[in-house]
């Protein structure tokens, strides 16, 4: 039977639950008349299944032009008519707000039946706008969707002029984040350009401006009155902004946060660091363990109670807020250091960003099998410590962005750092199944609806060692800064260029790029590395090396796992030594080399495991179920290219 006929046939069964998982099957699987889909949603809609279902489903057949008065009928009864007393409300609060403010300059609000769009609430988040004009439903739209999808401060020569912002979020980021004219002694006020007014107005039913009016920072100009742009208030409206003092940055002023992610270790993390320091909007340091960057948190609150701080405005603002929290610590503690004071633009346009790249001695990850047929669950204790941490919960607007390197040249690079920490009888070092590990490291999949993976973005290594002028004009682009000068050159508190760690590249030089640390990895462990890493690959635009698209099955795992000889080799190096260096009353302790083979043994079957798990390509999903995917990887700009894309 077909789905629409097992619908059908559990409906009359009264079997409603079955019903409704046929007639869903039905409608996604697409093949139905207009009478069919129109069938299969009132049932679902009507029998309180997931009225999101539904509800597309009707939509699209209204667009379609099928049933429409049924579907209106049925989709103002729900939608609309329960929910059109508060937009009135919220429209008329929004015009009073607006005729009262003196940089609107028009005021002939329409009236609220004769709007040009109608907004049909769908969830808690969004609504489909409604055109009666062309008498067709729009795609959905949440006005409080946590991303800045626009270059709104590329150039902060003049204030800052925006066109048709339609978003609460972004009005308020950009409320919270320009400062006053007051505050920087010229003229800065933030110029929303809508280019129809009766289109401005209709989206005021599902905006909240009377809020961001009480500064008065904002002049919405409408249509040709953009000719005013800027406005010179001196001249209009006797206001001369230029004999105010510069105001100093406040704690409560940085509501920004760049989270500069580590995907993995030896990922580029550094030489990103060193592209941002310096920036004149950021507030950046170089890259500090998660756990010193809470002692530091811990420290500053210590020093603010006992008065200790060392710098009296800054403790003086924290004392204003009624209960400073972590975040306000945080930023107190980077505006705390000297550093900053050598590069922050204290006249800049925009109170400047915090760049924070916690760090961990690596991510690891657990693999799991979920409930249902082809999921497997990935979960991280580092990233679950990011998720529960007050730092990150304390900012308001957060762009994320991850370095990524070809991972079997990661993988090979972490394996000689780790090799290089070997012979040290004080403090052996036991090297990981590093190799697993990686297999492991899905950092790059996101949930749809994870707050600090909401605005993130993937950058190619690679890109910005070897066309630095292509990538990160772009990835300045993404992450709403100028691009500046500083961007141009790698530098650190010890200069241009610096070395990292000893022995590493500096600045530009794209040596790192093609190294592939031969001594370190074999190309039965990459061949492994890069078969079952191919998604990350693909997104990317990595070349296979080592995998030559031969058929993967069991018996192929089970030959590259037997050939894994040189990271073995340094694992069991450092069993050795961490057995020679336990001590019984003074005394070494003799190498255990059948414990060492149980642990190897124990490490191969669980290569095994994981490795079969992954045969099955199976969908990653989070604990709680949540679909995992692709984080957007950047791309560099074409025109800009100085050399042929690395692959």
């Not at 310096?278 to 020093?303: A, C, V, W």
């Amino acid at each position: 039977m077909q789905p629409m006929e097992i619908g059908r046939r559990m409906a009359q069964l009264g079997q409603k639950e079955d019903a409704q998982k046929a007639y869903t099957v039905a409608l996604t699987k697409g093949e139905l008349s207009p009478m069919e889909r129109f069938e299969a949603a009132s049932y679902i809609f009507f029998s309180q299944g997931n009225y999101k279902t539904a509800y597309t489903a009707l939509v699209d057949l209204y667009n379609e032009g099928h049933f429409r008065q049924d579907i209106m009928h049925l989709l103002a009864q729900a939608f609309y008519q329960p929910n059109e007393e508060e937009l009135r409300q919220r429209y008329a609060a929004n015009c009073a707000a607006l005729a009262a403010y003196p940089y609107c300059f028009r005021g002939d609000f329409p009236d609220f039946d004769q709007l040009p769009l109608r907004f049909f609430p769908f969830d808690d988040q969004g609504f489909l706008p409604y055109d009666p004009a062309e008498d067709c439903f729009g795609s959905y739209v949440n006005f409080n969707d946590p991303v800045i999808d626009r270059y709104f401060f590329k150039d902060l020569e003049k204030p800052i002029l925006a066109q048709d912002v339609y978003s609460q979020y972004q009005l308020e980021y950009l409320n919270d984040t320009i400062r006053k004219s007051e505050w920087i002694g010229r003229e800065n006020h933030i110029y929303l350009h809508y280019t129809d007014w009766g289109r401005f107005c209709a989206h005021l039913p599902c905006l909240d401006l009377a809020p961001l009016l009480a500064q008065e920072k904002f002049v919405f100009l409408i249509g040709d009155q953009v000719a005013r742009y800027p406005i010179d208030f001196a001249a209009e409206y006797g206001i001369d902004y230029s004999q105010y003092p510069v105001r100093p940055i406040g704690v409560q002023e940085v509501n920004r946060l760049i989270w500069h992610t580590q995907l993995a270790a030896h990922n580029g993390g550094d030489f990103f660091n060193e592209i941002f320091y310096g920036h004149p909007n950021l507030m950046s340091y170089e890259s500090l363990m998660f756990d010193n960057i809470s002692e530091q948190i811990k420290q500053t609150r210590e020093r603010f109670y006992k008065h200790t701080l060392g710098n009296m405005r800054i403790h003086q603002q924290l004392a204003a807020i009624k209960r400073p929290t972590e975040k306000d610590f945080l930023v107190a503690y980077f505006l705390t250091q000297p550093a900053m004071n050598q590069w922050l633009d204290p006249n800049s346009r925009i109170a400047p960003a915090l760049f924070f790249q916690p760090h961990f001695g690596n991510i690891r990850y657990q693999l799991e099998v979920a409930e249902g047929d082809g999921y497997c669950a990935l979960h991280s204790a580092e990233y679950e410590q990011i998720k529960r941490s007050p730092i990150f919960k304390g900012f308001k607007y957060i762009k994320t962005f991850t370095p990524i390197r070809r991972p079997t040249t990661s993988y090979a690079a972490t394996v000689r750092f780790m090799a290089a920490q070997l012979g040290d009888p004080d403090d052996p070092l036991r090297i990981p199944d590093e190799l697993t590990e990686r297999v492991l490291n899905r950092s790059y999949l996101r949930e749809p609806d994870d707050r600090l993976l909401k605005d993130s973005a993937l950058v190619r290594f690679e890109d910005g060692k070897l066309n630095p002028k292509a990538i990160f004009p772009v990835l300045a682009a993404f992450l709403d800064i100028p691009y500046t000068e500083s961007m141009t050159y790698c530098s650190s508190r010890l200069g241009l260029d610096p070395e990292s760690l000893k022995g590493n590249a500096r600045g530009f030089d794209p040596v790192t790029v093609y190294r592939t640390y031969d001594e370190y990895a074999n190309d039965d462990e990459r061949a492994f590395l890069e078969y079952f890493m191919r998604d990350i690959y693909q997104a990317c635009g990595y070349d296979f090396y080592y995998y030559k698209g031969e058929p993967v099955d069991e018996a192929w795992v089970r030959e590259k796992i037997g050939n894994f000889t040189t990271l073995n080799g340094y694992i069991i190096r450092s069993l050795r030594e961490c057995y020679s260096g336990i001590r019984v009353n003074g005394t070494r302790l003799h190498t255990d080399e059948q414990e060492i083979a149980r642990q190897m043994d124990a490490l191969n079957q669980n290569r095994l495991r994981i490795a079969e798990l992954l045969l099955k390509n199976p969908r990653f999903v989070t604990r709680e179920g949540q679909p995992l995917r692709m984080i957007p990887v950047l791309q560099p700009d074409p025109a800009l290219l100085e050399q042929p894309l690395y692959h």
